[in-house]
């Protein structure tokens, strides 16, 4: 099994900045892709970011320019900083992490944005 922690969400003002963090630990033995998803109350569960694993990044097109993701493999963490926020992103943020065709998903962190 393969476990999910996420850190760094937050309550924050429109314009500043925020950094998620996602540990993975466990059955862990190669890493296809790591990313970040958000989900807002009444929506759908929307991709935000997600790295593969030879670098190869993906980002939805609303946060393009304002989020990057990055990973340290070593450490099999993934982040996600946030600039640039707008009341437009408040969600819960949750960390999923692809391995030999299985996802796994962290437990979430609460992102709040105001205005």
């Known amino acids: 099994q393969v476990q999910l922690v996420e850190s760094g969400g937050g309550l924050v003002q429109a314009g500043g900045s925020l950094r998620l963090s996602c540990a993975a630990s466990g059955s862990i033995f190669r890493i296809d892709t790591m990313g970040w998803y958000r989900q807002a109350p009444g929506k759908q569960r929307e991709l935000v970011a997600t790295m593969a694993s030879g670098g190869y990044t993906n980002y939805a097109n609303s946060v393009k320019g304002r989020f990057t993701i990055s990973r340290d493999n070593a450490k099999n963490t993934v982040y996600l900083q946030m600039n640039s926020l707008k009341p437009e992103d408040t969600a819960v943020y949750y960390c999923?992490?692809?391995?030999?065709?299985?996802?796994?998903w962290g437990q979430g962190t609460q992102v709040t944005v105001s205005s």
């Open positions: 999923r992490l692809t391995q030999a065709a299985t996802a796994y």
